[in-house]
């Protein structure tokens, strides 16, 4: 069976982009492949947390997987920390890393500018995501556009050390949804949806209250014309909220574009506003269900266990090709 492997941050505000971009597709391969999804808290440790908070949002995002859909029956569900070979793959892959190309890095660029110096942990970054995906022999990671520059570095890691070493690593794809790869933030449609944006308006975020949700929607950046169509270029505001229109109902762009037809943003608005409270209101249930229970603690534990069953049959053939240790 092939091999799904994804990842969340664990810092909170988890939102319709990061719904949109990846969790609906976690919930759709499990029922094809075999699939592990991650809390990444290694991942959110690069930028300054607070560990309470930290342990808080570990919790929230694993009980959001299994509110989406995620079936602890069918897939794995474990946290990064609780697997050392990620730690471990980490630094071994950062060895046949170039800071060059890890300068290049998009996100980096973005997070470290108009800072004095910047964390190390947030220039290696992308190669600890490497090797969460290398990690288990990974041949597809669902995900938002936004991290398409760092699957392409690691498919390059994974072809890298497989020329100049025996083969060592399966080099994954990535996989990107046509509606929702990229969710706009909704008060800067330049920006992606984001869950650091200060203005809370900016984002849905999964377990917001219908008034939120509301008010985030109607509030929304547009423009003057009053015609709905999609054109991202002079309609980036609108053609967005087309966008999870779409993807929240399944509706094409064209069909949505045809329903109004003579209409205004505001009966678009509001009916955007029914469709996405209709659709995160079972979510924001099942979280709460879920949340408080054991068998949250119960799940990430026997994910643990089966991922670091997996993890270590990779790290022994990679120390092997490495020649690392003493077998
Ligand atoms: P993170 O936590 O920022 O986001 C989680 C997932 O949500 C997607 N996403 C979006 N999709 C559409 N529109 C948006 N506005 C939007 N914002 C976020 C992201 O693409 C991602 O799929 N580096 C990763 C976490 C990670 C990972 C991995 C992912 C660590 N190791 C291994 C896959 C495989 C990140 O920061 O995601």
Redesign the pocket.
């Given at each position: 069976m092939k091999r799904v492997?994804?990842?969340?941050?664990p810092t909170g505000n988890i939102h319709l982009?990061?719904y949109?971009?990846?969790l609906r597709q976690f919930v759709e391969l499990q029922e094809e492949y075999q699939c592990l999804y991650c809390i990444?808290d290694l991942?959110a440790i690069t930028v300054p947390q607070d560990p309470k908070e930290l342990r808080k949002h570990i919790l929230d995002v694993a009980a959001l997987y299994l509110a989406v859909g995620v079936d602890p029956k069918k897939s794995i569900v474990f946290v990064q920390s609780d697997v050392p070979g990620h730690s471990e793959l980490g630094w071994i892959l950062t060895c046949s890393s170039y800071t060059g190309e890890l300068s290049r890095m998009t996100q980096f660029k973005a997070k470290s500018q108009n800072k004095a110096s910047a964390p190390a942990g947030l220039f290696t970054y992308p190669v600890l995501?490497a090797a969460?995906?290398l990690l288990y022999d990974t041949d597809v990671?669902p995900?938002?556009t936004?991290?398409k520059q760092?699957i392409e570095l690691c498919r390059d890691l994974a072809i890298r050390v497989n020329n100049t070493r025996k083969k060592t690593f399966v080099v994954p794809e990535g996989r990107y949804l046509k509606a929702?790869?990229?969710?706009m933030s909704l008060d800067d449609p330049s920006k992606?949806?984001?869950k650091s944006a200060e203005n809370i308006h900016s984002r849905i975020s999964l377990l917001d209250e219908p008034s939120k949700i509301k008010k985030s929607i109607m509030k929304a950046t547009t423009d003057s014309e009053g015609i709905i169509r999609f054109d991202k270029d002079e309609k980036p505001g609108l053609s967005n909220l087309i966008n999870i229109y779409s993807a929240l109902s399944d509706k094409t762009i064209d069909e949505i574009i045809a329903m109004y037809e003579g209409k205004g943003y505001g009966d678009f608005k509001k009916d955007l506003v029914e469709i996405t409270v209709d659709a995160l209101t079972p979510i924001k249930e099942k979280f709460d269900e879920i949340r408080s229970s054991q068998e949250l603690i119960d799940i990430l534990e026997d994910g643990a266990e089966k991922a670091n069953e997996i993890a270590e049959k990779t790290m022994a053939r990679v120390k092997d090709n490495f020649g690392l240790g003493l077998k």
């Open positions: 492997f994804s990842g969340v941050q982009g990061n949109l971009g990846a990444v991942h995501m969460d995906i990671v995900v938002g936004d991290q760092h929702g790869a990229r969710i992606k949806m984001s």
